[in-house]
Each structure stands twice: as structure tokens, then as C-alpha cells.
């Protein structure tokens, strides 16, 4: 269930993978579902901008060119936008019945990543990135 091979489920995605920009704009307006408040939705953006590309303002990039997930970039087993520990959350992503390939569950598990921990402490790592994104909000 969470290999990073090309799921069913994304096939009509298939269009995204080659084209940088309407893969970012797409995911842009997924986070917005996910995250439907502006400020949290900007300071998500910019998170999976940093997760993706090191840059807040950043293409966000969720698949590589052939379908799989975006891996992270020192080989670890983070994939994905928001580089989601494929390994590690395995079994919460499991007991909910989600498939990490699957972008709505993909989604989901990130929506729950981020209520279940008040906000963005998965993403610590990164915080020197996003940061000044959500600090310019207040």
C-alpha cells in the first residue's frame, strides 16, 4: 500500500507529471481544499514549497516524471509534497485505510498530520524555510 509506484488511483494525474507548473498550480489549489483558512492554506503552501524545492515561494513538485512520488533528496524514505515518512507513518496511514500514492489520502493524512500535532511540528526540519512566510502573517 505505500510503495512509491504509480498508483491506480492517480493515473488521471498522468498529465501533471511532465508539466512543473500546472503540477504547482494543481497542488496549490489541493492544499486549499485540504487547508481551506488562507493563513494556514499559505504557510502550507510554503511548507511543501520548502519540502519540495528548498524554496518558500517555490514550484511545489509532488511526482516525478515517471508517476512516483517525489523522494526525498538525501534517500530517505520521505516522499511527496510534504515529504511524508513513508516508513515511519505506515501503519497510522494503514489503520485509515490510506494510500500514500493516492492524493486525497495523501492529503488526508497530511490535514491529520497538522491537527493532530496543533500545527506544523512535522515539519520542523524545515522550519528555517517556511518560517518567515508564516511569522510575516502575524
Known amino acids: 500500500m505505500l510503495s512509491t509506484q504509480i498508483a491506480i ?3 488521471q494525474h498522468a498529465t501533471l507529471y511532465n508539466n512543473a507548473a500546472t503540477q504547482s498550480a494543481f497542488l496549490e489549489d489541493k492544499i486549499r481544499e ?5 493563513t494556514v492554506a499559505e504557510v502550507m503552501i510554503a511548507i511543501a514549497a520548502c519540502e519540495a524545492s528548498g524554496n518558500p515561494r517555490g514550484l511545489l513538485i509532488h511526482w516525478q516524471a515517471d ?3 517525489l523522494p526525498n533528496n538525501q534517500g530517505g524514505q520521505a516522499r511527496g509534497m510534504f515529504q511524508v515518512m513513508s516508513r515511519l507513518h505506515a501503519p ?4 485509515r485505510g490510506l494510500d500514500i500514492n493516492n492524493i486525497d489520502d495523501y492529503m488526508t493524512f497530511v490535514r491529520y ?3 493532530r500535532n496543533s500545527g506544523y511540528n512535522d515539519w520542523y526540519p524545515s522550519r528555517g524555510c ?3 512566510v508564516r511569522l510575516a502573517q502575524n
Open 34 to 38: 485540504y487547508f481551506p483558512d488562507e
Open 9 to 11: 488511483a492517480d493515473i
Open 67 to 69: 508517476g512516483s512520488l
Open 92 to 95: 497510522d496511514m494503514q489503520q
Open 113 to 115: 498530520l497538522h491537527d
Open 130 to 132: 517556511w518560517n518567515p
